[in-house]
């Protein structure tokens, strides 16, 4: 007579089976929280294992200059004017046209210099300086330059051409150098 393999052997069958109960088979494994158990005579599931490959890897990092944190001077003095000329000798045929266009040049409407009115400081001319504070304002907290809002009024208040010149040089510095700053 042949020895059966318990592990190939037929589930044992139940004593009795009652009809209004329903009857539940399972494949053999484990079953966590099952309401039942492996039965001996079941063969047992073995859990696979994933393999694990193990690869080198070469990791590059690129890390692009960086910010720095504390102020910095402006790029250009005050009366630098003959580092740019072409600017100087715009503000100096038309003061108007020129504060649109640099207005504009700092992203913001070329109608900003109209809005506000001339200061009551303002040179006979009516060189409107409020604007001008306001974007030397902007341009310096942007960029972490050194100073105070005291200290753009001054500017401002003291030249304000050269306060235009500076900032369009500031400006074409900013974008020849955008991750120097």
């Known amino acids: 007579m042949s020895k ?14 009652l009809t209004n109960q329903p009857m539940h088979y399972a494949p053999p494994g484990y079953y966590p929280n099952a309401p039942y158990t492996q039965h001996p005579g079941f063969p047992q599931m073995q859990m696979m294992q994933p393999i694990q490959q193990s690869s080198n890897t070469t990791v590059v990092i690129n890390q692009q200059p960086q910010r720095r944190a504390g102020p910095r001077d402006w790029s250009t003095g005050l009366f630098g004017c003959l580092e740019d000329v072409s600017s100087c000798m715009g503000v100096y045929c038309c003061i108007p046209c020129y504060a649109c266009y640099l207005a504009v040049e700092l992203g913001e409407s070329c109608c900003l210099p109209i809005c506000f009115p ?41 030249c304000p051409a050269c306060v235009m010149c500076q900032l369009k040089r500031e400006n074409d510095f900013i974008r020849q150098h955008p991750n120097d700053l």
Request: proline share 15%; glycine share 6%; net charge negative.
């Open 118 to 158: 001339p200061c009551e400081c303002a040179p006979a001319c009516g060189t409107p300086t409020p604007w001008l504070v306001a974007l030397r304002v902007k341009v310096r907290e942007a960029n972490k330059i050194q100073g105070s809002i005291m200290g753009d009024c001054m500017a401002v208040c003291c």
């Open 4 to 17: 059966v393999d318990p592990a190939f052997s037929s589930p044992p069958q139940p004593e009795a089976v």
